[in-house]
């Protein structure tokens, strides 16, 4: 079997920051006036949006209507030298050109490090409300003093971030690329992708490839070959990325619960409209292939 795939770098995904610099750390400390707030309510993030560019309000600016914010703001990261907070919408109602929009408007926000924030917050905010009582003895869950993590404090169970392993498998045969869409009970995007699934229990990631593939489309691989790896806080996953060639027939069988659309594309003819070409994994890899001929 091949060894990774090693083409250049690609786009800029969500998670590519630089030059700023994401600091995971876990930090039990309090919001300081000039501290970025993230506001959650349901798939709702409190901001304001101009010309594309998105803003999140300081504890400062949520003082003014949400004094207890000093006292229940949660931190999330670091982000160079800000701090991120997290915070309960409930009660909260939008106020000085401050609304909520659904976490979704963040596939095209810019610039991209606080689309990235917003995002990843909400992924660790969803994990601490599906967490709020403990899963064994039923008593409320409390944040661990020491890492991110909440802790029951009667059985002493701990549990930490959701984070779900998926991968997404680029088919190709010859110069052809294997292209997806959702079926509409599936999914609701609706662009081009590739195939993906998540990791079942006992699976490697090649053996997922394998089986997600067949699934969905009929078809045996081989060759497989590693790309890259990118968080995916939309669907709390952490996707690995996988290039691969058809292993015998290439005409497709279509699961059709899950896909509505199963379609080979010769390089010249890759559909503009895609799977966010901009900012994913699936969207770069699929450009990667179209760009070069050494996948």
């Known amino acids: 079997m091949c060894g990774p795939v090693r083409i250049g770098e690609g786009e800029v995904m969500i998670h590519d920051i630089l030059p700023h610099r994401y600091d995971v750390s876990y930090r039990r400390t309090k919001v300081r006036e000039t501290d970025t707030v993230l506001v959650y309510r349901e798939d709702g993030l409190l901001c304001r949006m101009e010309n594309g560019r998105i803003y999140y309000p300081s504890a400062g600016d949520i003082a003014g209507i949400f004094p207890e914010v000093y006292e229940k703001a949660e931190f999330l990261f670091r982000i160079d030298e800000t701090d991120y907070y997290e915070l309960l919408g409930e009660g909260i109602s939008e106020f000085s050109g401050w609304i909520y929009r659904n976490k979704e408007s963040l596939r095209r926000a810019k610039p991209l490090f606080l689309a990235y924030a917003g995002i990843t917050g909400f992924q660790i905010h969803k994990w601490r409300m599906e967490n709020r009582f403990c899963g064994c003895c039923k008593a409320r869950m409390q944040a661990h003093e020491r890492e991110r993590a909440m802790q029951c404090p009667s059985c002493k169970r701990v549990v930490y971030p959701k984070i779900c392993p998926s991968v997404i498998a680029a088919v190709t045969d010859k110069d052809r690329i294997l292209l997806t869409k959702y079926a509409d009970g599936h999914s609701s995007f609706k662009k081009y992708a590739l195939v993906a699934g998540y990791?079942?229990?006992?699976?490697?990631?090649?053996?997922?490839?394998?089986?997600?593939?067949?699934?969905?489309?009929?078809?045996?691989?081989?060759?497989?070959?590693?790309?890259?790896?990118?968080?995916?806080?939309?669907?709390?996953?952490?996707?690995?990325?996988?290039?691969?060639?058809?292993?015998?027939?290439?005409?497709?069988?279509?699961?059709?619960?899950?896909?509505?659309?199963?379609?080979?594309?010769?390089?010249?003819?890759?559909?503009?409209?895609?799977?966010?070409?901009?900012?994913?994994?699936?969207?770069?890899?699929?450009?990667?292939?179209?760009?070069?001929?050494?996948?």
């Not at 995916?232 to 691969?244: E, I, P, Q, Y």
């Open 199 to 295: 990791v079942e229990v006992g699976e490697s990631l090649e053996d997922t490839v394998r089986r997600e593939v067949f699934e969905e489309v009929g078809l045996r691989v081989k060759n497989i070959r590693y790309y890259k790896s990118q968080p995916w806080g939309f669907t709390d996953s952490l996707l690995a990325g996988f290039f691969c060639e058809v292993d015998g027939t290439a005409e497709i069988t279509m699961d059709r619960e899950e896909l509505s659309e199963a379609e080979w594309f010769d390089r010249k003819h890759v559909p503009a409209e895609r799977s966010e070409a901009g900012i994913s994994l699936t969207g770069e890899m699929i450009d990667v292939w179209r760009d070069t001929s050494v996948v």
